[in-house]
Nanobody, 119 residues
């Protein structure tokens, strides 16, 4: 079992920055990858950025060059630095982690944190 707790959301003007944090606890040694997803009202949840246990990263095209995902293994924390924020970045952001026992893959979600970009 893995527990995820996000923080760092809030309201910001277009062009501003926010940094989201996700602290993992529980069976953290089993985590293969961690990701940030977001879900805007009336839209499907979408992948924003992901980082593997070997620190490989990938990003949605819409955030490339603006967002940066990173991890601090000593703190069991993954961050999402969001710069040059746009109104279309407004959404609930969720932390996600995957583990595997070699046969099955397990998915874990945080409770979500609201990000609002508005003038």
């Amino acid at each position: 079992q893995v527990q995820l707790v996000e923080s760092g959301g809030g309201s910001v003007q277009p062009g501003g920055s926010l940094r989201l944090s996700c602290v993992a606890s529980g069976s953290i040694s089993d985590i293969n990858a961690m990701s940030w997803y977001r879900q805007a009202p009336g839209k499907q949840r979408e992948l924003v950025a992901a980082i593997t246990s070997s620190s490989s990263t990938n990003y949605a095209d819409s955030v490339k060059g603006r967002f940066l995902i990173s991890r601090d293994s000593a703190k069991n924390t993954v961050y999402l630095q969001m710069n040059s924020l746009k109104p279309e970045d407004t959404a609930v952001y969720y932390c996600h982690a995957t583990t595997s026992d070699g046969k099955y893959e397990y998915n874990y979600w945080g409770q979500g944190t609201q990000v609002t970009v508005s003038s």
